[in-house]
């Protein structure tokens, strides 16, 4: 069967760069530059996602008839390869013109548009060469891939591709640059369009350009609405609902930039993201974020706010400069982060809502952080405990996940808080069963601990690509028992704790 035709909407509805000179520039006037991906010499598929697949339209045979496209070696006829145009705040501060300097949208297939992640310069590259690294592209791969079988919103990957290249990265910042293997991510998603995708247009003061991107947002992907503030309040409750997912699974993205910030609301460019393996509040797995933290687990809701209000002075031109309507979003995004967190951090708790649960709840969050406790081991075992009878004693199934030694005092106040959660779990159930059942649908068995990525990529390096395609499988059922697979749930062990991948990473990708 041959492989589908391409559509562009995004090339066909919205204004392009005239020039296709292919090195670093500005760009004005335009929303994206047609490129050329650079070829690679020796493309190898490692892995794929038959769900993202099937979404395509697209058999096994297809996607590995597929492979010289999904490696940039040979866009299909009709398709013209871009990269788009944006800026962003990086780390707080206007950083100008940015856009894809290694990502290259081929179209879309059933409405999903692909994208290559590592296919070569674009003139969006600035000092960059274009190419990723294998290490940081199976960490994309396989995280895309284990949050939307988690249930958070996110860009998908249908392909990792190893390039037989290599490409040099200086992974420490300490000046000892090495070759390492060269990889492809074909990403997939409705839309790639980013806060800074708006924010550029606006800091060139080119609003004819900003109403013509808004009015094609609004035209393709959120058809029920019809002007700039409705997209704001939307964008808003979305992004608050993504930092309510990203809290109650544990998961730290590490640059929330406006740049990688997703107007749909997705979760987008992984890069040094990592899993709270304790939880720990003022954790953050960006090496480059370590002072100021910026970033950090418990700062994420709050830089969710600080992006919507970037997007909302980006879209003030369309608001008829009413800053209250950028005040009514940030409201918005309060009401609902509140609402989106609460909601799951009771289900996780087999509690719903009424008084006296958000005090549980808080009180749990500071017993946690106060001792190095594995956040996924907590939540997954309450149901062991749910089920049995009022514990008198600091429950054995929870003993597990404290990394340390912890105290009599601290195994008291622990107590005291499970018996007390108890006691408003089994008199809201009707059967201590199902509510246990119904908890282990929210707190899931298995996430991508970041030394369980890193140990697919050592296998990978070695040669065994087998590592990351079992992972992926793992991470396709992350609320199920899965027999013979408990050591992809085990916390994270001793020699992870301070391993480069494992603990701290760095943006060098
Ligand atoms: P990130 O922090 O990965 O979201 O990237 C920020 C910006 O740097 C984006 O515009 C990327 O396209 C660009 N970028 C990152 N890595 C490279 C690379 N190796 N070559 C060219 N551009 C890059
Ligand atoms: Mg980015």
Request: aromatic residues 10%; proline residues 7%.
């Amino acid at each position: 069967m041959p492989v589908p035709s391409f559509t562009s909407r995004f090339l066909r509805a919205l204004p392009g760069d005239p020039s296709s000179l292919n090195e670093p520039r500005q760009v004005r006037g335009a929303l994206w530059s047609t490129v050329q991906p650079t070829p690679v010499s020796a493309p190898t598929l490692l892995a794929w996602s038959p769900e993202v697949a099937t979404q395509l339209g697209l058999t096994e045979a297809q996607v590995r008839e597929l492979v010289p496209v999904l490696a940039g070696n040979a866009p299909p006829p009709g398709v013209t390869p871009f990269a788009a145009n944006y800026g962003g705040h990086q780390f707080g501060h206007w950083a100008g013109q940015l856009g894809d300097g290694r990502a290259m949208g081929l179209g879309e297939l059933n409405d999903l548009e692909l994208q290559l992640k590592g296919a070569g310069p674009t003139p969006y590259s600035r000092r960059g060469d274009g190419r990723a690294v294998l290490r940081s592209s199976i960490r994309e791969f396989l995280c895309s891939e284990a949050m939307h079988h988690l249930g958070v919103p996110t860009t998908r990957a249908l392909s990792l591709v190893q390039t037989g290249d290599l490409v040099v990265r200086d992974m420490f910042y300490d000046g000892r640059a090495a070759p390492e293997p060269g990889a492809i991510v074909c990403r997939v998603a409705q839309s790639f369009l980013r806060f800074g995708n708006f924010e550029l247009c606006t800091s060139r003061e080119d609003h004819a350009l900003l109403r013509e991107l808004v009015g094609f947002t609004l035209t393709h992907y959120f058809p029920t609405l019809t002007t700039a503030e409705a997209l704001l309040l939307e964008v808003a409750r979305r992004t608050a609902t993504l930092m309510a997912h990203w809290q109650a699974v544990g998961f730290v993205h590490g640059v929330m930039n406006t740049d990688n910030m997703s107007i749909l609301g997705l979760t987008i460019d992984y890069g040094p993201y990592g899993w709270v393996d304790d939880f720990d509040p003022s954790w953050t797995p960006n090496t480059t974020d370590a002072e100021q933290r910026r970033y950090r687990f418990g700062n994420q809701p709050g830089i969710g706010l600080w992006n919507v209000e970037r997007l909302g002075i980006a879209l003030l031109p369309l608001l008829g400069d009413d800053e209250g309507k950028i005040e009514a979003a940030l409201l918005e995004y309060q009401r609902t982060f509140e609402a989106e967190a609460g909601r799951r951090f009771t289900a996780k708790l087999g509690l719903s809502p009424r008084e006296g649960t958000v005090e549980l709840v808080h009180g749990l969050f500071s017993w946690l952080a106060t001792e190095e406790t594995d956040m996924t081991i907590f939540f997954r075992r309450l149901s062991e405990v749910v089920t049995a009878a009022e514990p008198t004693d600091f429950p054995q199934a929870l003993r597990e996940a404290f990394y340390g030694a912890p105290g009599e005092a601290h195994l008291a106040a622990g107590l005291a808080w499970l018996q007390a959660w108890w006691r408003q779990a089994r008199e809201e159930a009707a059967s201590p069963r199902q509510l246990a059942a119904s908890m282990n649908a929210v707190n899931p068995k298995y996430v991508l601990r970041n030394y369980l990525a890193q140990e697919a990529i050592d296998a990978a390096h070695a040669g065994d690509a087998g590592a990351v395609t079992e992972l992926l499988d793992v991470m396709r059922h992350p609320f199920d028992e899965q027999p013979g697979r408990d050591r992809f749930a085990q916390k994270r062990p001793e020699w992870a704790r301070s391993k480069p991948g494992c603990s701290a990473l760095s943006c060098s990708s």
